[in-house]
């Protein structure tokens, strides 16, 4: 098992960045995909990236060439650089992570691909 704590969350004017973090502990971090989900008031929670244990990333369209999410085996954490922000970035933020050997490149942007989860950070965009 492995536990998630996401940091970073706040409010930011529009244009401006953000960088969330997800710390881990537990199990051994590099056997993980980490994931960032969000899910903004009245809305399903959808991904925003995410990152396997060989270092390919995954962007949902909306962010991509906006977001770049990395991670950093020796710290146990994973990171969400945001720039560019928008209004409708505005969101909780979640960290999620599902095992190597059970996780579905297929399944990526589901929720049930990932068994662990943070309890989340809020990012508002004011415009």
């Known amino acids: 098992q492995v536990q998630l704590m996401e940091s970073g969350g706040g409010l930011v004017q529009a244009g401006g960045s953000l960088r969330l973090s997800c710390a881990a502990s537990?199990?051994?971090?590099?056997?993980?995909?980490l994931s960032w989900f969000r899910q903004a008031p009245g809305k399903e929670r959808e991904i925003v990236a995410g990152?396997?244990?060989?270092?390919?990333?995954i962007y949902a369209a909306s962010v991509r060439g906006r977001f770049t999410i990395s991670r950093d085996n020796a710290e146990n954490t994973v990171y969400l650089q945001m720039n560019s922000l928008k209004p409708e970035d505005t969101a909780v933020y979640f960290c999620?992570?599902?095992?190597?050997?059970?996780?579905?490149?297929?399944?990526?942007?589901?929720?049930?691909?990932?068994?662990?989860w943070g309890q989340g950070t809020r990012v508002t965009v004011s415009s």
């Open positions: 999620a992570a599902g095992h190597r050997l059970r996780w579905k490149p297929e399944e990526a942007q589901r929720m049930s691909n990932y068994p662990y």
């Open positions: 537990g199990d051994t971090f590099s056997d993980y995909v």
């Open positions: 990152v396997t244990w060989t270092g390919v990333n």
